[in-house]
Every structure is written in C-alpha cells, then in structure tokens.
C-alpha cells in the first residue's frame, strides 16, 4: 500500500521569494511511489464557481476515470445537473471542500492573485465551515479534506483548518495553471504525471481552451495504465499536515 508523504506545511511551501517575504505557504501533497506495477495517479479538480466543463466530466465518466472534485458553496448552489451526475457515481467521484464563497483562507488583509483573502481567523473559519455545510448538503457526508480559493495560506490558517478537522490538499503537478494554459501545455503537464503524483485542475471553465487539455491529459496518463486513485484512498491515511 501507498503511504503519503509527512510533509510539514511551512516547509512544503513553493519556494519563490515573494511567497516567502508574503508570509504564505502553498502546501504540497505527494503519495511514496509504491510497489504495484503500474503508477498511481490522484486527479483532483477544483470547481471554483461559475459553471461545469462537461468536457472534463463526461470524460471522467466514460472512461471511469476516479476523482476529487473540491467544490465550493457557490459552485453547487449553480451546477445541479453536474451535481447529480457525480452523485450518481459514486465509485468515481470524491466531493470535498473548497470553500464557500471561493476566499483565500488567509488570515492576514493580502490579495492573491488579485482576490481579496479572509484576512482574520474567524473569516478562515467561516470560509471552512460555510463549505463545509454546504458539500455534507449535498451529499451527506462531512468533508476531510479542504483545498483554499490560490491553494496558498499561512502557518496559522493551517492550524485553523486542522483544528476544524480538515486536512490541507495541496498537490504535486499543477495542471492546468489556474485554467489558463493553453490546451497543449495542458495536456503536457498532466500527462507527466509520476507514481504518487497529485494533480490540480479546474472543472469550472468550459469556455476555456485548458479543458481540452485536461481531457487529453487524463487520456495520456490513461494509455500509459496509470491508476486513478483519489483523496479517500486508504494511501492517504496518515496524520493531518
């Protein structure tokens, strides 16, 4: 069996200077590559806000692809025919949390990437806990795992959420950069997957040229017999980062 690597926050954080100097941390998360004979991939998509990219899901769904889907409120509240199609597989699709109204979860007054963050402890939490109730809503289970609107945080949020009962999802190889890449460096980032690889993209965008990427991504690593695994796969019990 997998073991996921113990990764401190603070330590995991992409090294760029102006992240540092900011104070913000961008977690990674990686599985140790195991013994089996083909490589293990996680696929995790975020779905922001906005609509569905039925591109990504309907290539999911064919070809019984496995995934982590991180939802926000926002995002369910607009997307129920999308909703329904992973509620009704579930041996495909993990829902978890991304947040309600897809803030930062920083508790500091910064903007990232143009977004305003929380900026205090209680708005972390309430950006946790509003996603929270809204993905047990929909789908009857409590959320383990919570990824942030820009994926990046401070030491302290960290603790916030971990004391929430949520763990970090960071990952390994960014995808699709946001939904802004272009179809075939897309497709080239996520096809260079690796055994223990944790993938992040976006499921929000259907206008946006990266979802063919994702699709033709997913297909690569597919031919190469790489196997899907998701978040709640027993690999990934281990401590809380």
């Known amino acids: 069996m ?3 690597l113990t ?3 603070v330590l995991a954080a992409l090294a760029s200077p102006a992240l540092a100097a900011s104070g913000l941390v961008e977690p990674s998360l990686k599985m140790q590559p195991g013994k089996a004979a083909a490589p293990r991939v996680a696929i995790t998509l975020d779905a ?3 609509k569905t990219d ?7 769904v064919n070809e019984k692809i496995p995934a982590t889907i991180f ?8 997307n129920p025919q999308a909703l ?7 041996d495909l699709f993990e829902l978890e949390n991304h947040g309600e109204n897809h803030i930062p979860a920083v508790d500091k007054p910064v903007s990232i990437y143009g977004i305003a963050a929380a900026g205090s402890t209680a708005a972390v939490e309430q950006e946790v806990e509003g996603g929270r109730l809204a993905v047990a809503a929909a789908t009857g289970h409590q959320p383990q795992w919570f990824r942030g609107a820009t994926a990046k945080y401070t030491a302290s949020s960290i603790a916030t959420i971990n004391g929430l009962g949520e763990r ?3 990952y390994s190889v ?3 950069g946001g939904s802004l890449l272009r179809a075939g460096m897309t497709a080239k980032h996520i096809a260079s997957a690796k055994d223990g690889d944790v993938v992040i993209a976006h499921i929000n965008q259907p206008t946006h040229e990266a979802g063919e990427g994702v699709v033709r991504g997913l297909l690569a690593l597919k031919a190469r017999g790489v196997i899907f695994t998701r978040l709640d796969d027993p690999a990934f019990n281990a401590p809380s980062n």
């Open 168 to 170: 970090i999802a960071g």
């Open 54 to 60: 039925f591109r990504i899901l309907d290539t999911l």
């Open 7 to 9: 990764l401190v926050p």
């Open 71 to 78: 939802v926000t409120a926002r995002w369910l509240a607009h």
């Open 84 to 90: 329904a199609v992973m509620l009704s597989h579930p």
């Open 2 to 4: 997998l073991k996921i």
């Open 48 to 50: 922001c806000m906005g």
């Open 174 to 176: 960014n995808g699709d």
